[in-house]
């Protein structure tokens, strides 16, 4: 198995539910376990594809911790003023976002300039299987 690249680790575990709070949204398991482990991390593999986007890439898992550049609450204000139905959890190189449907936690792509978001896995975890090989 590859590396996980630039874990930036939480400054405290605290921050997790500080930012569900702040989102008003209560991430799911696997994805508060990941952030444990690889918070704001470059996967091993970035790319991905879906039904119509091919070789789709991530830039960075957004930061929980207050200080980073590519901190979760601070970008996801700007995801809200496109549509309050997702929150962000990824980027990529070109500013566009990997995100959480509220509603269900699917995970989508969100077309930051556009504003057209695209189904990408029904679970985190199914996701995680794509970039984690």
């Known amino acids: 198995m590859k590396e996980w690249r630039y874990i930036k680790p939480l400054v ?12 008003d949204y209560k991430f799911t ?16 593999v970035s790319v991905f594809t879906t039904s119509s986007l ?13 200080g980073d550049v590519e901190n979760i609450v601070r970008l996801n204000k700007g995801v809200a003023e496109i549509s ?23 995970v989508f792509f969100l077309d930051f300039e556009i504003g057209k978001t695209e189904l990408i896995d ?12």
């Open 84 to 106: 309050e139905l997702l929150v962000a959890f990824a980027i990529d190189n070109f500013g566009n976002y990997l995100c959480f449907d509220r509603k269900n936690h699917m």
């Open 54 to 66: 091919q070789e789709k890439t991530i830039k960075s898992f957004l930061s929980f911790n207050p």
């Open 29 to 44: 398991d696997s994805f508060v376990s990941f952030v444990k482990k690889y918070n704001g991390s470059r996967p091993p």
């Open 122 to 133: 029904k679970t985190f975890s199914d996701f995680l299987l794509k970039i984690d090989s």
């Open 12 to 23: 405290t575990e605290s921050l997790i539910s500080d930012v569900e709070k702040k989102l």
